[in-house]
């Protein structure tokens, strides 16, 4: 499978430098008159690049995301009371990178994207991947719900392009990936409750880590 990709990165650089030579080779043909001949190279060479550079923006979309083998540990989530409906949430990743954010509500949810591959892709040896993508407070109550101060906290980073986005509006036009479903899981708050969270193909799963949190379960 290694050999597969590296195989996969090395057609690239090649394809890249194909497009490299057909470009600035087309220019040299426009200098000597040859305009139709030029032309033609500098566009295959665009596309080439174009192609390429496509690529290299999808790799880096994806390094924001982690590999999904099994059901693992991704983060923890820990909530201190600082009022009625109100917590101090702190989650530390798989990575160790911790997030702090004020929770207003009564419940916790924490939502994550799960990419697939089918076809080539699993010929190339790639895993089902994840990123954790937000980290918010839910309301009981309906109403409330609807109506009052509604916290959320990004937890993914931007790199400009969203290939989960691209795939879910280009599904018919990207057959070996597969975006069709995110994952969530939610449970109450409490002070001094811990949380742990795992990620299986299957989607998010979160159990109590605490007493605190066990308490807070019961009364649910």
Known sequence: MQYAMWGFCLGMVLIGLLGITLFLGGFRRLFRG?????????????????GVAFVAAVALDLRTYLRLTYEEPVATVNFVALGPQDFR????????QV?????????????????????????????????????EGRYRNAGQESHDYHSVVDLSADVGLDFWALMRRNSGWLPWAD?????????????????TVSLSPTGLLARPANQQAQEAMTHW
């Open 89 to 96: 949430a702190t989650l530390t990743d798989a990575q160790g």
């Open 34 to 50: 040859k305009v139709s001949g030029g032309g033609l190279r500098i566009l295959f060479g665009m596309v080439f690049l174009l």
């Open 99 to 135: 997030h702090g954010a004020e929770l207003r509500g009564d419940d916790w949810q924490l939502d994550a994207r799960v990419l697939k591959w089918k076809g080539l892709a699993t010929v190339l040896g790639l895993d089902p991947v994840y990123r954790l993508d937000r980290l």
């Open 179 to 195: 975006a069709a479903y995110g994952s969530a899981t939610y449970l109450p708050m409490a002070d001094g409750a811990q949380y």
